[in-house]
């Protein structure tokens, strides 16, 4: 599945995203959030920065799209656990270990889902509904919606706060673990 705005890209465009893609995540590590642009990811792909642009409309937007590509979709929701409790705990864990290995990713992306440019917005409502499938994965069917939102905000509000500085990437997955449990209890 595609979120860029072009849904339909033949080889030779996916391929240029893919480069694109890979070089924000090389830029990311190197140089960190506050110093990519679209110009230097270009630069590092080898390709022109209009043609970036016509993938990816903002930082923001090429933030979010490397969120979602490398954080949820190269890594499905390993659900483990005999309990409700722990096969949300899985998810959570799954997600921390994640994040943890690629803080920049994080960080960037952090600031880039808070944007409002129509493709982000997207990108926000993909990725908020691949996080709310994994927890109703994680519970079955018969989770109530109350219960479901209720981790979706844990989680959201968990992560803004990593990305402010508040919790480190090393407590997230133990933060998360409590904060679960907190909301989980008496509604399973």
């Known amino acids: 599945m595609s979120t860029l705005p072009r849904q339909e890209l033949n080889a030779r465009q996916a391929e240029t995203v893919e480069r694109l893609l890979t070089a924000a995540a090389e830029e990311l590590r190197t140089v ?85 440019d129509p493709d982000v917005e997207r990108l926000r409502t993909v990725i908020g509904l691949d996080m709310f499938g994994r927890f109703r994965e994680a519970l079955g069917e018969s989770a109530s919606e109350e219960l479901l939102d209720a981790l979706a905000m844990v989680q959201v509000g968990t992560l803004l706060q990593t990305g402010m500085g508040l919790i480190s990437y090393d407590d997230l997955a133990a933060r998360f673990d409590a904060l679960v449990a907190t909301v989980m209890k008496g509604n399973v």
């Open 32 to 116: 960190g959030p506050e110093s990519v642009t679209v110009r230097t990811v270009a630069g590092r792909a080898g390709v022109s920065p209009a043609t970036a642009y016509t993938y990816f409309a903002s930082r923001n937007h090429l933030f979010a799209e490397l969120f979602w590509r490398k954080v949820l979709l190269e890594h499905p929701a390993e659900i483990s656990g005999t309990t409700p409790l722990a096969r949300v705990q899985s998810v959570t864990r799954q997600l921390s270990a994640v994040l943890a290995e690629s803080p920049h990713l994080a960080a960037a992306a952090n600031h880039a889902l808070l944007g409002t």
